[in-house]
């Protein structure tokens, strides 16, 4: 949820401190992998509620750890000219992602970047199957909107 590879390394190192901590109200009910997903939204969104403008998402040029979504995006060779379009193709999906609220920017991420199942991403947001459908139409609805004023 983070863009910035110095606010996630942060962000993973208090979401371990946390899931050490509690590791007794894991229940096994469901996967391990599911509680520390769970875990992980539940912290970024409180600190994006408690931040608002924490630079999640941050395009900062700055900042020469940025994470990039370039490995979750297949890619072919690309010629030069594909390579930059790709790249500030790249820059826009952030920044529209960014405008997301932190329920749909979660459901989003889950989905179309970890490539979370619905129910998988229900037990991590602790909401319904429906919710989350709900969420992602919500979310690619306004997508939509905001890309299609960027073109």
Not at 15 to 31: G, H, M, P, R
Not at 79 to 86: R, S
Not at 103 to 131: H, R, W
């Amino acid at each position: 949820m983070s863009k910035n590879k110095s606010e996630a390394d942060d962000l993973f190192q208090d979401v371990f401190l946390k899931a050490y901590k509690s590791i007794s109200t894991f229940n096994q009910e469901s996967k391990f992998s599911t509680w520390i997903y769970r875990i992980t939204a539940n912290h970024c969104m409180d600190k994006m509620r408690h931040y608002k403008k924490i630079s999640f998402f941050s395009l900062d040029k700055e900042d020469s750890d940025e994470i990039t979504f370039g490995s979750k995006i297949p890619s072919k060779l690309l010629n030069p000219e594909e390579e930059v379009q790709k790249k500030e193709s790249d820059e826009e999906l952030v920044k529209v992602i960014a405008k997301l609220s932190p329920p749909q920017k979660a459901a989003v991420l889950l989905k179309y970047f970890d490539e979370k199942p619905l129910i998988e991403i229900a037990e991590i947001c602790n909401c319904s199957v429906g919710t989350v459908g709900s969420r992602l139409d919500l979310a690619m609805k306004k997508l939509r909107k905001l890309l299609r004023y960027k073109i």
